[in-house]
């Protein structure tokens, strides 16, 4: 049985990022595919063309800020392991970019999954001794 004591902020981020990069092929098959056969090179002409595809730059940012996450949750998974606390200048720049997540895309992950994270990261550092 997992010990949820050892599961750090940084491990919930990773989580979130694996599962981003892990459905995209699942929600956006149809974009996914069309990605693999250009084998991930130039999926799109940019903002620059006439007509968007928006399909395929939902698709896009779903499996690219899945990626991202991936490494800012090992980086986080770290220093929360040498300091044993998440540092309050992260958390408040986390909130920020949560909460333009959440006024951008109101019914999205982030706002089901990473805005009650960054208000547990809140209280979770409130109640640390000796910040």
């Known amino acids: 049985m997992t010990n949820f004591k050892k599961l750090t902020n940084g491990t919930i981020i ?9 459905l995209t092929p699942v929600f956006y098959a149809k974009q996914f595919q069309g ?3 250009q084998f991930f090179f130039k ?9 968007v595809n928006y399909e395929t730059f939902a698709a896009f940012w ?10 800012l949750g090992v980086l986080l998974h770290t220093v929360e392991k040498r300091i ?7 958390i408040l720049t ?12 109101p019914l999205g992950g982030i706002t089901f999954l990473m805005l009650p994270h ?3 990261m809140l209280l979770k550092y409130r109640k640390a001794p000796g910040k």
Do not use: K, R, T
């Open 94 to 105: 986390y909130l920020i970019v949560v909460l333009i997540g959440v006024y951008m895309i």
């Open 62 to 71: 779903c499996l690219f800020f899945g990626l991202m996450l991936l490494p």
């Open 35 to 37: 990605f693999a056969e």
């Open 43 to 51: 999926v799109n002409n940019g903002f620059m063309e006439s007509q």
């Open 84 to 90: 044993s606390i998440v540092p309050m200048p992260f």
């Open 118 to 120: 960054v208000v547990y």
């Open 14 to 22: 990773i989580i979130i990022g694996v599962l981003h990069s892990v």
